[in-house]
């Protein structure tokens, strides 16, 4: 069974940091596609990032540029989004999600397995 559950959400003050956790089960995301995803209250869902199925491509929205890092580490089976100098406008729902290909894509519609979600909320 395809399974990802995200972790590592929670409250964050503006400019703090936090470090998303996607671990899968039942898949192995190496030589495969991860992307994060985000959904404000009232809003669609936005690409944030993705990594690629070598690991050597990261794609980043611009809103999020030099401040998330992606990265997976294939021994754990988990993928990660570092995200540091958080604004109040990051606060969102984020998904991870699985996309059985080799190019990143933004589109939420090309990524059949998704997590549950963790819940990230910057404020003071």
């Known amino acids: 069974q395809l399974q990802l559950v995200e972790s590592g959400g929670g409250l964050v003050q503006p400019g703090g940091s936090l470090r998303l956790s996607c671990a899968a089960a039942?898949?192995?995301?190496?030589?495969?596609?991860i992307g994060w995803f985000r959904q404000a209250p009232g809003k669609g869902r936005e690409g944030v990032s993705c990594?690629?199925?070598?690991?050597?491509?990261?794609n980043y929205a611009d809103s999020v540029k030099g401040r998330f890092t992606i990265f997976r580490d294939n021994a754990k089976n988990t993928a990660y989004l570092q995200m540091d100098n958080l604004k109040p406008e990051d606060t969102a729902s984020y998904f991870c999600a699985f996309r059985p290909a080799s190019v990143c894509s933004g589109v939420a519609a090309a990524y059949p397995t998704w997590g549950q979600g963790t819940q990230v909320t910057v404020s003071s």
């Open positions: 039942g898949i192995r995301l190496n030589y495969n596609v």
């Open positions: 990594i690629d199925a070598l690991g050597t491509t990261t």
